[in-house]
């Protein structure tokens, strides 16, 4: 009796794993790239009640227009709206695989519960093209063609596969059936998140630097009248020393939210050591356009970077017709030794109240927009605005804490992040649409306690 209950708890425990794991089962272990979206239904359901995405989905009606497209489609192929739902509502998973012979060749491919019939009409009556069959390999598979882009679509079980290649549809069906090793999902992914996204970089691996980025995890949540995106990004250290440094790092980038701000945009970071910055991101900069800048040896370049103290605010006006900003890049020692050089690729050099200051002219047809850089003893500051106008910013009494509705993220915000970004979408709408909204948008880095990246982004 004990062993024939053993046998049935086994079964059930089985069971429960294979249920859990489902349509994740698709996902070929050679995928790069995987995205599995669950209890659709449940959280699309908590995520109308974010004011974001009630005003999108209800108040400017997007909802709606779909929901009648939708009905309009179902009934022009002759199938049921449920059914065209239900496909969504369902659990799903994306996938993609790159060719390892070519980094510009991607393979994708969608799996849910449907059936390929209903999903190329659906195709067809949206885009138009052709629709068809093809046989590749034994196996016979529906085809969509359009634009030069060929879909093929497979069915198995009660799912339906859909990629740009026929191969890895084979793939999939192979993992599924157990017949050739699956995806395994890493990292700690909370149990009730909606959907959640695994990155696995194959080509870094060669990397000569000493960081090198290799696996990252992203997920999303509802809660909260929010959805939030989570993700980590792990790193392989070649330099130890390096690894140890970024762990000694004590980076507090929401020191700067009572900085003087307004607008509806501003980003604040902190960087423990610019130098070991530098360093680490300088193999990854070669390329960038570089011809503005002033020409520094990597000695002087280093030795300027020494001269910051790592923290940074920038605001701008994104949402309204003035179109403004100031960059405040605080400093550790004076730089007036480096301004003259510096200088060199400047439309023009003058004194204000004391100090350097740097205009950059661009000219677009007959308009000439101007640039600023001001030199003050422990700051320089970049802005589009006169210097007596940035003058007049730095005193207003308004803070970043105080801009549009950031205080509502203030129990979610991480007092060890290098860099928080906020951006007021309520007041941006209100700009364009003269819609009152409480909406808001944070993003927020921080490194854990194993030197990997970790971000977050909050709408609301």
Known sequence: MLKKFSLILLILVISTLALAQGVMNFAPKSA????????????????????????????????????????????S?????????????????????????????????A????????????????????LGTQKINDVTFKTFEANGLTIYALDHDEYVLLSNSPNLIIDSVNSY?????SFKAFGNVPSDSWFSIYFKDEFSKDSTSDAIPKDTVAYGEVKGNSLSITGVSEFEYKNKTLKS?????????????????TGDFWVAADVA????????????????????????????????VGHMNGKVFMYANAGSSKEDYVASVYLSKDISKYIPNISKTAS????????????????????????????????VIFSNMAPEDVSKYLKVPTKAE???????????????????????????????????????????AKTDSNADFVWQLILR
């Open 273 to 304: 050591d610019p130098v070991e910055l530098y360093k680490l991101v300088k193999n990854y900069a070669k390329g960038w356009k570089t011809d503005k800048l002033p020409v520094l040896n990597e000695k002087e370049v280093l030795d300027l």
């Open 32 to 75: 790069n790239v995987v995205a599995v979206f669950e209890n659709n239904s449940q959280n699309y359901s908590a995520l109308k009640k974010a004011p974001l995405f009630s005003f999108l989905l209800d108040d400017l009606g997007i909802e709606s227009l779909i929901k009648s497209s939708v009905s309009q489609t179902a009934l």
């Open 111 to 130: 799996v849910f519960k449907s059936n390929s019939n209903m999903v190329m009409n659906l195709l067809s009556s949206f885009i138009g093209g052709n």
């Open 348 to 379: 023009a050099t003058f004194k204000w109240q004391g100090h350097t200051v740097l205009r950059n002219d661009t000219v677009e047809g007959t308009r000439t927009t101007s640039d600023y850089t001001i030199f003050y003893h422990d700051k």
């Open 177 to 181: 059936d157990g017949k050739s090793p």
């Open 402 to 444: 105080d801009v549009g509705n950031y205080s509502s993220f203030s129990n979610q915000v991480w007092n060890n992040a290098f860099v928080i970004g906020y951006v007021d979408i309520g007041n941006i709408i209100e700009n364009a649409l003269q819609y009152t909204l409480k909406s808001g948008a944070i993003f927020q």
């Open 245 to 261: 440094k970024i762990l000694s790092f004590k980076s507090n980038a929401k020191s700067l939210e009572t900085t003087p701000a």
């Open 77 to 109: 192929i002759n199938t049921k709206t449920s059914q065209i739902w239900n496909a969504i509502q369902n659990d799903f998973v994306i996938f993609g695989k790159r060719d390892m012979n070519s980094k510009s060749e991607f393979s994708v491919a």
